[in-house]
């Protein structure tokens, strides 16, 4: 690694612009919907940048480029599955949810939207998500620990262990006091900070050896199979089921709660349109650049890197290609991942304590006050049994999103598209389909592989399918909604 001395004091000025966020945060945040949505008042370029940094995390600077750099644009699935992804999510849920979620009771969150939309009394709705929450994004924000430990362990040569730690508290600090506001306002600097990082990488690679042409030959003479998107990295055909995995992931950004939060909490729904046009932008370009980022790397290393290490080759590749400060940026900018999300999943796990458990069923006359401390307390609790799952140094950060992302996006993303457009959808398909999408995640990642290599496709894909086909069933056998709540779905969406 470059001057620590020069990367130190780049972190610490970074980290202390976070702080100050955070601080300009508490001073705004008066009640729970403060707190949890930065009361609705967020602009297009804070939710656009917001959503998509938070989104990204750690994977995008560590994960990709790794995965990339062992298996070539064999990676470009993912991408491409992720892109079609956000433009659906933005398309199809943002601008429904943000009216729907405000007309249902003014809901703060999903368990509770999922309440008050399917009039849901006996309020199992709620407790069956916030549970939920709770248990996927426990492993989600333990993957950003690991990522922050890689990154300080490589960096500083601090021990593992420590290194987990010593990220854990710096995203702990802003959230616990400036909430979704500090977190939001960070986000917009963050994906800002991501974007410049994973584009610079590429193109220095670029001019050093010469321009693309010359990039390429380096690469077919190390392995030609690396620039065929339809092979694995050993030249044998890429199978139907591993590029379906791939493509796959698009399908979990529709129940992904900390990126459904930002579209609840744009100032206007005629916002919406324009923020959808920055997002797409950003993802796009950082998805390409973090996909040539971990192909450029291949042959221009002195040491090649295996396993686990390959989720290093960003870190590697700026230490080799910057001057120490720039280079101090570029690493920031894996914090700024980092960061960006293990904030974001630690606030709607907290709201999922304080707002779905302690208000709902606990202190239901709870002040505005409380509730807000109540949200920072489930912070630390929260970050504490994260920290304890991420103290693995074998976990990698690429695994624990994988199984993150397919939770919710099994168990949310099939309830939250079908809440939105289909009325005669009840409380017991909602039910149904949170539980069958789960469990089949649960389940299905347990599986060894089958005939035809069944098992081996991502368990999101079955979640999602088999979670949409319980809600149908249990919609239309059972009694349908109230004529109230069909009416109510009647006047907003006609």
């Known amino acids: 690694m470059?001057?620590?001395?020069?990367i130190t004091l780049t972190f610490a000025g970074y980290i202390v612009v976070m702080l100050l966020i955070g601080l300009v945060g508490y001073r705004r945040t008066d009640d729970l919907s403060d707190y949890l949505l930065g009361g609705r008042q967020l602009g297009?370029?804070?939710?656009?940048?917001?959503?998509?940094?938070?989104?990204?995390?750690?994977?995008l600077l560590l994960g990709l480029p790794g995965y990339a750099y062992l298996s070539g644009l064999e990676a470009g699935w993912i991408a491409l599955g992720l892109l079609a992804g956000t433009y659906l999510n933005w398309k199809l849920v943002a601008s429904r949810l943000r009216q729907y979620t405000q007309l249902a009771g003014d809901a703060l969150t999903l368990p509770e939207f999922f309440e008050q939309r399917f009039a849901d009394h006996s309020r199992l709705l709620r407790v069956v998500a916030a549970l939920l929450v709770l248990l996927f994004f426990t492993f989600y924000t333990s993957s950003g620990l690991v990522a922050s430990g890689k990154l300080f362990e490589a960096v500083f040569g601090i021990e593992y262990r420590s290194a987990i730690v010593a990220g854990a508290l710096v995203v702990v600090a802003y959230t616990f006091f400036g909430g979704f506001l500090a977190v939001s306002w960070t986000d917009l600097v963050q994906g800002w900070l991501m974007l410049i990082a994973l584009v610079a990488v590429p193109v220095a690679v670029l001019?050093?050896?010469?321009?693309?042409?010359?990039?390429?030959?380096?690469?077919?003479?190390?392995?030609?199979?690396?620039?065929?998107?339809?092979?694995?990295?050993?030249?044998?055909?890429?199978?139907?089921?591993?590029?379906?995995?791939?493509?796959?992931?698009?399908?979990?950004?529709?129940?992904?709660?900390?990126?459904?939060?930002?579209?609840?909490?744009i100032r206007r729904v005629q916002d919406l349109a324009a923020a959808r046009a920055i997002a797409?932008?950003?993802?796009?370009?950082?998805?390409?650049?973090?996909v040539l980022v971990g192909v450029t790397a291949v042959g221009y290393l002195a040491t090649p890197l295996a396993g686990a290490d390959s989720e290093k080759v960003f870190m590697e590749m700026v230490s080799v290609l910057f001057h120490p400060l720039v280079a101090g940026v570029c690493l920031a900018a894996i914090l700024a991942a980092i960061m960006s999300t293990a904030d974001s999943q630690l606030l709607v796990a907290s709201a999922a304590l304080s707002e779905d458990f302690y208000r709902a069923f606990l202190r239901p006359q709870a002040g505005a006050a409380e509730l807000v401390w109540m949200g920072r307390l489930a912070v630390l609790g929260l970050a504490a049994v994260a920290i304890s799952l991420a103290m693995d140094p074998d976990n990698r950060v690429l695994d624990l999103v994988a199984y993150a992302w397919a939770g919710f996006g099994a168990a949310f993303g099939p309830t939250v598209l079908l809440s939105l457009y289909w009325g005669r959808m009840n409380r017991f398909g909602a039910l149904a389909g949170m539980l069958v999408g789960g469990i089949t995640v649960m389940v299905w990642k347990q599986l060894e592989a089958g005939p035809f290599g069944l098992f081996d496709l991502y368990e999101l894909i079955p979640g999602f399918v088999l979670s949409t086909t319980a809600i149908l069933v249990f919609s239309l056998l059972t009694p349908p909604p109230a004529a109230r709540i069909r009416q109510q779905f009647e006047n907003l969406y006609g």
């Open 207 to 265: 001019e050093s050896r010469g321009g693309l042409e010359s990039s390429i030959a380096t690469l077919r003479e190390h392995n030609a199979a690396l620039l065929d998107p339809f092979s694995t990295a050993g030249g044998e055909p890429l199978s139907l089921v591993a590029i379906v995995s791939l493509l796959g992931w698009g399908l979990g950004y529709f129940g992904q709660p900390h990126i459904l939060a930002r579209f609840m909490a």
């Open 280 to 290: 797409v932008t950003w993802v796009s370009i950082t998805l390409i650049a973090a």
């Open 2 to 6: 470059p001057n620590t001395t020069v």
């Open 44 to 59: 297009r370029w804070v939710t656009a940048l917001s959503a998509e940094a938070s989104d990204m995390s750690g994977w």
